[in-house]
């Protein structure tokens, strides 16, 4: 029953710096679409920058990541990982959300080093170990506080 699904991870920049109401916006537009379409994930935002996880079938998947990477809302979107996997790894979010603030740093000292530059995938992409580790350490967060 279970089909190979793709995940993919990327990192981008907000063209302008997004505020609650515009993440809001933005959030319930994924999650309606991505409901819809089998996808599920997590989304990440720190300081102007992005890092999300999508996962489903391969081409909803790349079709949608073209349609993100048109958003004018961001730009500088980079690929740092695309694995076929038989399971996901966010199963139960359409599109889990975290603000990555100076309370998460402060409460997550463990993740520290990750926030030390930003998403930018000069810092991530030697790191793609560590970039895995972040995301479950976000999964974690996400079955103590559901956030979507
Ligand atoms: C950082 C970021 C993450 C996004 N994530 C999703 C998502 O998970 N699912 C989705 O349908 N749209 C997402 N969007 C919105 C899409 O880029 C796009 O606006 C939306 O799919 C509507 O596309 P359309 O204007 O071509 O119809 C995201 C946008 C940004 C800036």
Redesign the pocket.
Known sequence: MDQPILQLVYS?R?TEPFNSVQMEA?LE??????AE?D?T?M?LYADGH?L?V?EGPQETVET?LA??D??P??DHVRVLLRSQRAHRDFPDWH?AYHLVDEATRSTHPELAFFFSDDFSAEHFLPWSTPVGYLLLAFRAMSIQAPAA
């Open positions: 981008s907000a933005l537009g994924a999650r309606r679409f991505n379409h996808i994930g989304l992005f999300q999508l949608l349609r993100i048109a958003d809302r961001h599109m």
